[in-house]
C-alpha cells in the first residue's frame, strides 16, 4: 500500500512548503557564493563566444544597470547550477510516498544519476553546441556589418541552451523510471521511435537557434539517449507476470 493513501492533503502542502523552503535555501547560497566570483564565471560562460570573435571584438552594454544585472542572473544560474543535486533530491523525495516501498529504494540512485545528466547536458551544449551556434551566427557579418553582441543578450541566449541541454539530457532517466512503474514499456518504446524522432526535431526546432547545424547537434543526442533508455527499460523495466508466476502467487 501506498503511504499517500494515508496521508491528508494538508499533509502533501506541508511536506511541499518544507521543500520548495530546502529548494530556495540551496539555490540562495549557491547564489551568494557564486556572486563573489561573478567576473570569472561570466568569463568562463563568455568564452565559447569570444573563441570565434574577431581579435578586438568584444562584448559590450548599452544601459548603465545591465552589467551588474547580468552579474546577478549570472550567479543565480550557477547557484541553480550548483544546487540541482539538492533540488533534485527534493523533488524525489516529494514523489517518493507516493511510491511503494521498492521503487523507494531507487531514490538516492535516480538522484544521483539526474544530477550527472543535467550537469553532462549543459556541458555538451557549452563543449559542443556554443562553438558551432556562436560560428554560425558570427558568419553572418560583412565588411559592412559588425556583431556588437551585449550582456544582457548573451546571457540570455546562452542560459536557454544551457537549461534546455540539462533538461533534454534527462530523457533516459525519465523513461526509464516510466518502465519500472510499468508506465510504458520496451516494446512501446520501440514501436513510437518514429515519432520519438519527429518529436526530437520538432523540439530542437523550438529549443535552439533556427540554424540547422544546433538543431540537429540537440537531436542527435536525444536519439542516442532514447536508445539507452530502451536498454535501462529493458533492465530495470516492470517485469510481466507470467500465468504461471501468477498462480504461484496466488497459491
Known amino acids: 500500500m501506498r503511504e499517500d493513501e494515508k496521508l491528508p492533503f494538508t499533509s502533501h502542502l506541508e511536506e511541499l512548503r518544507k521543500r520548495l523552503i530546502t529548494a530556495f535555501i540551496a539555490v540562495g547560497v549557491g547564489f551568494v557564493v557564486s556572486f563573489g ?3 570569472r564565471l561570466f568569463g568562463i560562460l563568455v568564452q565559447p563566444l569570444i573563441n570565434v570573435m574577431k581579435e578586438g571584438e568584444n562584448l559590450i552594454y548599452t544601459g548603465l544597470p545591465e552589467a551588474f544585472f547580468t552579474y546577478l542572473k549570472v ?10 543535486p539538492i533540488l533534485l533530491y527534493q523533488f ?3 514523489v517518493a510516498p507516493g511510491l511503494y516501498r521498492n521503487e523507494r529504494r531507487l531514490m538516492v540512485p535516480i538522484v544521483i544519476l539526474s544530477s550527472f545528466f543535467f550537469i553532462g547536458g549543459a556541458l555538451f551544449g557549452y563543449f559542443v553546441v556554443f562553438p558551432w ?4 551566427f558570427l558568419g553572418f557579418a560583412t565588411d559592412t556589418i559588425r556583431p556588437l553582441p551585449s550582456m544582457k543578450e548573451y546571457f540570455g541566449f546562452s ?3 544551457l537549461l534546455a541541454f540539462g533538461l533534454v539530457f534527462e ?3 525519465v523513461l526509464t523510471f516510466m518502465a519500472k512503474l510499468g508506465i510504458v514499456s520496451v516494446d512501446f518504446l520501440k514501436k513510437n521511435r518514429k515519432y520519438a524522432l519527429l518529436l526530437f526535431f520538432a523540439g530542437a526546432a523550438i529549443l535552439t537557434p533556427p540554424d540547422v ?4 547537434l540537440m537531436a542527435m543526442p536525444l536519439m542516442v539517449l532514447y536508445e539507452v533508455s530502451i536498454i535501462g527499460a529493458k533492465i530495470f523495466g516492470k517485469k510481466k507476470v507470467t500465468p504461471e508466476e501468477a498462480e504461484q502467487e496466488v497459491g
Open 37 to 39: 566570483f561573478k567576473e
Open 75 to 84: 550567479s543565480l544560474l550557477t547557484g541553480l547550477i550548483v544546487a540541482s
Open 92 to 94: 524525489w523525495m516529494f
Open 133 to 136: 551556434g556562436f560560428k554560425f
Open 159 to 161: 542560459a536557454k541552451l
Open 171 to 173: 530523457l533516459p532517466l
Open 213 to 216: 547545424i544546433t538543431q540537429i
